[in-house]
């Protein structure tokens, strides 16, 4: 069944629809909100069960919010919009690209990964941890309960091929911070694997968007204005 997303609409234009990280809301995507709003139609969602939107009782799963999304954009009548996507955010995106090409016009991967081994170690290493001790409680706690699902889909999710990233024919932006908590090698395993795809490593960690928005929103900016013509940056 579906739930109604909470979401921030500013601007006006094309479509560009903003999809926050776990645990997060969209309020991460301030700085870009108040940028791109003046070119786009800027759309900021929450994810179901975090900030404003409904938990639902549907699967907590990657695929299922990729499956809101489109219900999302049908009750928009969106036909089609730029995607941008962050940590989680950018792997519901992708998911939603893949199976979904047509509603997709131009895509933006911020600290996405293919599956939990993209993510270094010493940063995986205490998420398997916490989402341990979170499955130990949740039969006990709802706050562990939902611990153990947001934990648990860093731990479990996702699962995507990189041979399945070849057959996705749209300009795509893969754009992490140097010091992401993502693998450098998997980000551009991921830019490597896209037909159309621009890599950008800009200075900071997995939030870059957050810490230095001027030096993403560029790169953005630029990504989304540039011709419609195949070609890889860094």
Do not use: W
């Not at 992708?94 to 996405?112: D, M, Q, S, T, W």
């Not at 939902?146 to 995507?160: C, D, K, Q, S, T």
């Not at 070849?166 to 830019?191: F, K, Q, W, Y």
């Amino acid at each position: 069944m579906d739930i109604q997303l909470n979401y921030l609409e500013r601007g006006a234009g094309t479509p560009l629809l903003l999809l926050h990280g776990n645990g997060e809301n969209l309020e991460y995507f301030r700085s870009q909100i108040d940028f791109f709003s003046a070119s786009y139609r800027v759309i900021a969602v929450d994810t179901r069960g975090h900030g404003g939107s409904p938990r639902g009782e549907a699967p907590f799963t990657i695929a299922q919010f990729a499956e809101d999304l489109l219900s999302f954009m049908d009750s928009l009548h969106l036909s089609s919009a730029h995607i941008l996507g962050f940590s989680d955010g950018g792997n519901i995106a992708l998911c939603f690209a893949l199976k979904h090409p047509e509603r997709v016009r131009r895509l933006i991967l911020n600290g996405a990964n293919l599956d939990p081994s993209g993510v270094k170690r010493r940063m995986q290493l205490p998420i398997e941890l916490g989402y341990a001790l979170a499955r130990r409680f949740s039969g006990r706690s709802p706050r562990a309960r939902r611990n153990a699902e947001l934990l648990g889909l860093m731990v479990n999710e996702p699962h995507i091929a990189p041979e399945q990233l070849r057959h996705l024919n749209l300009p795509v932006l893969v754009i992490a911070g140097e010091r992401d908590m993502i693998r450098t090698s998997h980000t551009r395993c991921i830019a490597a694997s896209l037909p159309d795809a621009r890599l950008a490593l800009l200075p900071g960690d997995h939030f870059v968007a957050a810490k230095n928005p001027a030096a993403f929103n560029a790169a953005v900016a630029q990504f989304l204005e540039e011709p419609d013509t195949e070609g890889k940056f860094e």
